[in-house]
């Protein structure tokens, strides 16, 4: 069911509150209209004192008041609702965004996803602060002006009946169209945005490479792209105002003649009844063509509500976690793979039937060439991927049946590049524990990762704002600090996506015994590059395209797999 409309029916008070005010706009501008009309018939016609229409003139003020504070009100109500929905709506898929599997929320740039959060979900304002309100007072406004016309004089009722549907008939024909449009436009806004991030992100890159103009190109193509697309929104909203100010004019001018003619002509109506039906004429081709305006902009909700709505229903790839609880005394438990296969939505790449099983405190290495589904595998053992065959288990039962945060609570996961959030490396240390944490415990997880000492050479110590609009850090240090955040949280299983490039020599040796140190208490899975890592390690997995070739010890492996032993003498440099 559409999303908006699902929203609507769980704010039905709100809706309730805005049906009343639509009712009590209707009288007040059906009164407004009699006292005017009797107060100028009385001063003009019937010669009455002054004295005689003070109260009705207090009164009337009173009534503008009323309809100045319902119109308000009802954009308040309004304004509430689309904040409400868009508070569930972000909490939605900020909620998606979590659960999508770790290759699924890689696809797609950014800034798209970005947009959609943002944009497509402030687009939604109008809806419930426009439309709705409008909608409801189009229904009830015009009909009772309607009806009071009707009893005053049938002709003019009639002419009103005649042309009033020509306003929603029309606004029906194009709003239709601008649904199609803003939804185009909706498209190009988040090719844009992505464009945009991307080349921010990769300034240097592009850079580097010469190409900063042809990116420019792109950019200024993406949003020529979006200034059509909005053109054409405006084009048809621009027709579409001037095509309903023609049907109104129209109208109220028919109506004028004819009662003009009754009035003069044939003396058949009263002076008083010709000026009420005058007065309320306008306002009932007013409310019928703001709903015009009102419906342009819902319209355009609809078109982001629907973008937001896809972006929900894409759920293919996200992981459901059960609800069972492991024993936290019986972490670290034995990891088993059974036939597990998984390839990306390229498809070019294929883990294929691997069957492992990592049995607690052992060290495990995966080993294997580049591109060979190392990294990939250990996304598995994470449960940031969940394999399209085959099981992961922990104790006998799939991963997944576990509650997510009862998993992630026990280990910790090192990859090449962690991410540092923009604050304070202290901060940045912290974020591996929930609770509170003291400093000390801070400084005491920096010392065993080695990372201490840079952090006190440092002018704000562990102050020191890093990641965004901060301080950057070095590869080796990111790791370090990342293995800090392992410290503080003592997992009983590590996963260590062991750094390809070269660092130096004091680096790498503060990152070997560090994780030695961590490894001690807890299950170790490592990506291993390194000789000392694979040669030390309990079981060695070694991956080639996808297939898990062999497992065993180093020695095993020497004398049993022919890809090993020529990995291994590669690395020292024998022929
Ligand atoms: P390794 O860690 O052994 O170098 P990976 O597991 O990172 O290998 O990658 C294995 C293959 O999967 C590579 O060919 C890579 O291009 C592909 N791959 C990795 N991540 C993705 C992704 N998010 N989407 C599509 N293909 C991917």
């Known amino acids: 069911m559409n999303l908006l409309k699902i929203s609507l029916s769980q704010q039905k008070a709100s809706m309730a509150l805005l049906v009343g005010f639509a009712f009590l706009l209707g009288t007040s501008i059906i009164s407004q209209g009699a006292i005017i009309a009797t107060v100028i018939d009385g001063v003009f016609l019937q010669d009455q004192a002054f004295a005689t229409i003070v109260p009705l003139l207090l009164f009337l003020l009173g009534i503008i008041f009323v309809r100045a504070s319902i119109i308000y009100a009802s954009g308040r109500t309004g304004i509430k609702m689309a904040a409400q929905t868009k508070h569930h709506f972000r909490k939605r898929l900020l909620q998606k965004m979590a659960h999508s599997s770790l290759h699924t929320s890689l696809e797609r740039q950014s800034g798209g996803k970005i947009s959609i959060l943002m944009d497509a979900v402030d687009a939604v304002d109008n809806y419930f602060s426009q439309y709705i309100p409008r909608l409801l007072q189009t229904a009830a406004v015009p009909l009772m002006i309607l009806i009071v016309v009707f009893t005053q004089h049938v002709n003019a009722g009639l002419i009103m009946m005649v042309t009033a549907p020509f306003i929603p008939l029309f606004m029906v024909l194009v709003g239709l169209q601008t649904k199609k449009k803003s939804e185009e436009q909706l498209t190009q806004l988040e090719a844009f945005s992505g464009t945009f991030l991307e080349s921010l992100q990769g300034l240097v890159t592009l850079k580097l490479f010469g190409r900063s103009k042809q990116q420019k190109d792109r950019?200024?193509?993406?949003?020529?792209?979006?200034?059509?697309?909005?053109?054409?929104?405006?084009?048809?909203?621009?027709?579409?105002?001037?095509?309903?100010?023609?049907?109104?004019m129209l109208g109220i001018g028919l109506i004028a003649l004819e009662i003009a003619l009754q009035l003069i002509i044939f003396e058949s109506l009263s002076?008083?009844?010709?000026?009420?039906?005058?007065?309320?004429?306008?306002?009932?081709?007013?409310?019928?063509?703001?709903?015009?305006?009102?419906?342009?902009?819902?319209?355009?909700?609809?078109?982001?509500?629907?973008?937001?709505?896809?972006?929900?229903?894409?759920?293919?790839?996200?992981?459901?976690?059960?609800?069972?609880?492991?024993?936290?005394?019986?972490?670290?438990?034995?990891?088993?793979?059974?036939?597990?296969?998984?390839?990306?939505?390229?498809?070019?790449?294929?883990?294929?039937?691997?069957?492992?099983?990592?049995?607690?405190?052992?060290?495990?290495?995966?080993?294997?060439?580049?591109?060979?589904?190392?990294?990939?595998?250990?996304?598995?053992?994470?449960?940031?991927?969940?394999?399209?065959?085959?099981?992961?288990?922990?104790?006998?039962?799939?991963?997944?049946?576990?509650?997510?945060?009862?998993?992630?609570?026990?280990?910790?996961?090192?990859?090449?590049?962690?991410?540092?959030?923009?604050?304070?490396?202290?901060?940045?240390?912290?974020?591996?524990?929930?609770?509170?944490?003291?400093?000390?415990?801070?400084?005491?997880?920096?010392?065993?990762?080695?990372?201490?000492?840079?952090?006190?050479?440092?002018?704000?110590?562990?102050?020191?704002?890093?990641?965004?609009?901060?301080?950057?850090?070095?590869?080796?240090?990111?790791?370090?600090?990342?293995?800090?955040?392992?410290?503080?949280?003592?997992?009983?299983?590590?996963?260590?996506?062991?750094?390809?490039?070269?660092?130096?020599?004091?680096?790498?040796?503060?990152?070997?015994?560090?994780?030695?140190?961590?490894?001690?208490?807890?299950?170790?899975?490592?990506?291993a590059h390194r000789l000392y890592t694979i040669q030390d390690a309990d079981r060695i997995l070694l991956l080639e395209n996808g297939k898990l070739m062999a497992t065993g010890t180093h020695d095993t492996l020497m004398s049993q797999s022919s890809t090993y032993a020529g990995m291994i003498n590669a690395q020292l440099g024998v022929e």
Request: hydrophobic residues 40%; charged residues 20%; without cysteine.
């Open 271 to 527: 002076f008083f009844t010709a000026f009420f039906i005058l007065l309320l004429v306008p306002d009932f081709y007013l409310s019928l063509r703001d709903l015009g305006t009102a419906f342009h902009n819902g319209r355009a909700s609809m078109g982001a509500a629907k973008k937001v709505e896809n972006e929900l229903e894409n759920t293919e790839d996200n992981i459901q976690w059960g609800h069972k609880e492991f024993p936290d005394e019986k972490f670290p438990p034995p990891i088993e793979l059974s036939h597990v296969s998984f390839h990306y939505h390229s498809e070019d790449f294929a883990l294929n039937d691997v069957s492992a099983k990592i049995l607690p405190y052992e060290h495990a290495a995966i080993v294997g060439k580049s591109g060979s589904g190392k990294t990939t595998l250990l996304n598995i053992v994470a449960g940031l991927i969940k394999p399209v065959e085959g099981a992961i288990t922990i104790d006998g039962h799939s991963l997944f049946e576990y509650r997510e945060s009862n998993w992630h609570q026990h280990i910790s996961y090192i990859t090449q590049h962690p991410y540092i959030f923009s604050g304070s490396i202290g901060e940045n240390i912290a974020i591996g524990l929930n609770g509170q944490v003291s400093r000390d415990e801070v400084i005491h997880a920096a010392r065993q990762s080695g990372i201490s000492e840079m952090i006190e050479e440092l002018n704000d110590g562990y102050e020191t704002i890093v990641g965004e609009g901060g301080r950057g850090l070095s590869g080796g240090e990111k790791q370090r600090l990342a293995l800090a955040r392992a410290f503080l949280k003592k997992p009983s299983i590590i996963l260590f996506d062991e750094p390809t490039v070269g660092l130096d020599l004091q680096t790498e040796a503060i990152l070997q015994s560090s994780i030695q140190k961590l490894g001690t208490n807890a299950t170790l899975v490592t990506v």
């Open 219 to 248: 950019i200024e193509e993406s949003s020529i792209g979006f200034k059509h697309a909005t053109m054409a929104i405006l084009k048809v909203a621009f027709t579409n105002a001037f095509m309903l100010e023609i049907i109104m």
